[in-house]
């Protein structure tokens, strides 16, 4: 799609880490959660790194259908073992972690699953905000799949608390500074 902003890879996965870690945090602290937000935000930091072989396949083409979908990931398993081969071998069990997320790590998972939803989201929410019509539809879309990450009291309570300022112009970010001052 056009976009007002272009965002590459690493923006990307830098926001999902920075909103993954959010989450674990509210979890935690609201929820009585228990989970490690700084393992959260490292993996979230490397959610996407095999896109650096195998590229953004767009979400309607890599769900469409099951067989889709399961060839994508295998060519992600793929990916993610070519990326390895590439490191120094001392180095490579400690990326292997890194990218990849262990069975018993499914709450850190979802957790960035969420946040990357959520950042398609607020990417729409930004787009239309600088006059971009062209994201008024992805955003029905990725609203309806947002919905299904609302049973999670740390997504709504992310979406309540933040995702409002991220279509704040800088003279209602200021506001509250400039009456401190």
Same mark, same amino acid.
């Given at each position: 799609?056009?976009?007002?902003?272009?965002?590459?890879?690493?923006?990307?996965?830098?926001?999902?880490?920075?909103?993954?870690?959010?989450?674990?945090?509210? @979890?935690?602290?609201?929820?009585?959660?228990?989970?490690? &937000?700084e393992r959260v935000a490292t993996l979230a930091m490397f959610h996407d790194a095999t896109e650096v072989l195998t590229?953004?396949?767009?979400? /309607?083409?890599?769900?469409?259908? &099951?067989?889709?979908?399961?060839?994508?990931?295998? !060519?992600?398993?793929?990916?993610?073992?070519?990326?390895?081969?590439?490191? &120094?071998?001392? !180095?490579r069990q400690d990326y292997a972690q890194l990218l990849t997320i262990g069975e018993g790590e499914s709450e850190a998972?979802?957790l960035i699953k969420a946040a990357d939803v959520l950042c398609a989201y607020i990417k729409c929410l930004e787009e239309?905000?600088?006059?971009? !019509?062209?994201?008024?539809?992805?955003?029905?879309?990725?609203?309806? @799949?947002?919905?299904?990450?609302?049973?999670? /009291?740390?997504?709504?309570?992310?979406?309540?608390?933040?995702? /409002?300022?991220?279509?704040?112009?800088?003279?209602?970010?200021?506001? /509250? !500074?400039?009456?401190?001052?």
């Open positions: 799609m056009r976009c007002v902003r272009r965002e590459n890879v690493q923006e990307h996965s830098l926001q999902v880490a920075m909103i993954a870690q959010a989450l674990a945090l509210i @979890k935690n602290s609201r929820f009585g959660g228990k989970v490690n &937000p590229g953004d396949l767009p979400t /309607p083409v890599k769900y469409f259908n &099951p067989e889709i979908r399961d060839a994508y990931r295998a !060519l992600e398993g793929h990916a993610a073992k070519q990326l390895l081969k590439l490191l &120094p071998a001392d !180095l998972r979802e239309k905000a600088a006059g971009n !019509l062209e994201f008024s539809r992805a955003e029905k879309t990725i609203g309806e @799949k947002l919905r299904t990450y609302l049973k999670r /009291p740390e997504v709504a309570a992310f979406i309540e608390d933040f995702v /409002p300022g991220f279509t704040m112009t800088l003279d209602e970010i200021s506001d /509250p !500074l400039e009456h401190d001052i």
